[in-house]
C-alpha cells in the first residue's frame, strides 16, 4: 500500500476527536471542515480521487451554505430566534459536562470502531486490513454524540459526521461508481450545518434587538 495504517488512522482519529470536543456557535461549521481532512487519506487510498471529490464538495458546501445562511439569517427581517446553543434535550448541569460526556464517548467509540474495521468486510478491503478503522471511529463517534447532544448544534454536528463517515464507507464498499450515492448521503452534512448556522444568525438577531426594547419604560 506505501502508506502505513498507523498514519492513515490518525487522521481520521485526530478530525474525530476534535469534532467531538468542538463547541461553540460554530461547531458544525468546524466540523464539516475538519471531517473531510481527516478521512482524506483514508478515501485516497480505499477510494480514489471520486471519494475525494465527494468530501471535498461536502465541505465547500457545508462552509459556503453555511456562512449564507448566516449572513441571510442577520440581514432578514427579526424574528424570534432559537439559540442552537440552549440545552433542549438534556438537563444544563450535572455530574459531568457535556464535553466530558462527549470525551467519554469518543473513549467507547474506539473498541467499536476497532472491532468494526477487523471483523467487518466491505468491498474490496478485507477486513484484517483494518483500513475502516477510522471511517468506522468517525461513524461511532457521531452517532454517540448525537445519544449525547444537549442542543441542536450539537445534533448538527453528529448529523455531519455520519453523514460524512457513511458517504465514505459508501464508496468503500460500492467503488467509485458509488459516487452519485455517496453525495445523496454527505449532502445531509451541509444542510445541517446550513439549518445550525441559520438558527445562529436568528438568534444573534434576536440578541442585538432585546436590549432596545427592554430600555423602554
Known amino acids: ?16 476527536v476534535a469534532a467531538m470536543l468542538v463547541d461553540g456557535p460554530n461547531a458544525a461549521l468546524v466540523v464539516v471542515l475538519v471531517i473531510p481532512a481527516g ?6 487510498v480505499t477510494s ?10 461536502a465541505a465547500l458546501a457545508g462552509l459556503i451554505l453555511g456562512l449564507a445562511a448566516r449572513r441571510a439569517a442577520r440581514r432578514l427581517p427579526w424574528v424570534a430566534g432559537l439559540d442552537p446553543l440552549i440545552p433542549a434535550f438534556a438537563p444544563p448541569r450535572g455530574l459531568f459536562g457535556p464535553r466530558s ?15 468494526v474495521s477487523f471483523n467487518v468486510p466491505i468491498g474490496e478491503v478485507t477486513a484484517v486490513q483494518g483500513l475502516l478503522f477510522p471511517i468506522a471511529y468517525v461513524w461511532g463517534c457521531g452517532t454517540l454524540r448525537l445519544i449525547v447532544a444537549r442542543s441542536l448544534e ?4 453528529g448529523v455531519v459526521m455520519v453523514a460524512l ?7 468503500l464498499r460500492a467503488g467509485p461508481s458509488a459516487v452519485t450515492g455517496a453525495a445523496g448521503v454527505a449532502a445531509l452534512a451541509p444542510l445541517a450545518v446550513g439549518v445550525a448556522e441559520w438558527l445562529a444568525g436568528r438568534h444573534q438577531r434576536r440578541v442585538a434587538r432585546v436590549p432596545a426594547a ?4
Open 101 to 115: 460526556a462527549r470525551a467519554a464517548a469518543a473513549a467507547i467509540a474506539i473498541p467499536l470502531a476497532s472491532w
Open 214 to 217: 427592554e430600555a423602554m419604560p
Open 39 to 44: 478521512l482524506a487519506p483514508t478515501v485516497a
Open 48 to 57: 480514489g480521487g471520486p471519494a475525494l471529490v465527494v468530501l471535498a464538495a
Open 154 to 157: 450539537d445534533l448538527a454536528v
Open 165 to 171: 463517515a457513511g458517504a465514505a464507507a459508501w464508496q
Open 1 to 16: 500500500m506505501g502508506i502505513s495504517e498507523p498514519l492513515l488512522s490518525a487522521a481520521g482519529v485526530a478530525a474525530a
